[in-house]
């Protein structure tokens, strides 16, 4: 009964070019959805230079803004109710 048994391991064809790409590319994917979810979970500080412009933007500053103009193509609307 001992000797009907057999302890060797299976036989395993060994992956093909096509297989050893699929896996070796899901890993590394998995490693970059990692590093894209630790990105937005960790705040990186951001550098003291980028936070204070050395000069301010004067262009932005004297703009003022537009008032809102009624298109052309729209029809004003109608006052009164329609009667029923």
Known sequence: ???DLDFSPPEVPEPTFL?????????LGAIFQLICVLAIIVPIPKSHEA???S???SAEVTRKPKAAVPSVN???????????
């Open 1 to 3: 009964m001992a000797s």
């Open 19 to 27: 297989e050893n790409l699929l896996r070796y590319g899901l890993f």
């Open 51 to 53: 936070a204070e412009p």
């Open 55 to 57: 000069e301010p933007r």
């Open 74 to 84: 729209k029809r004003p609307k109608k006052e009164t109710k329609k009667k029923r």
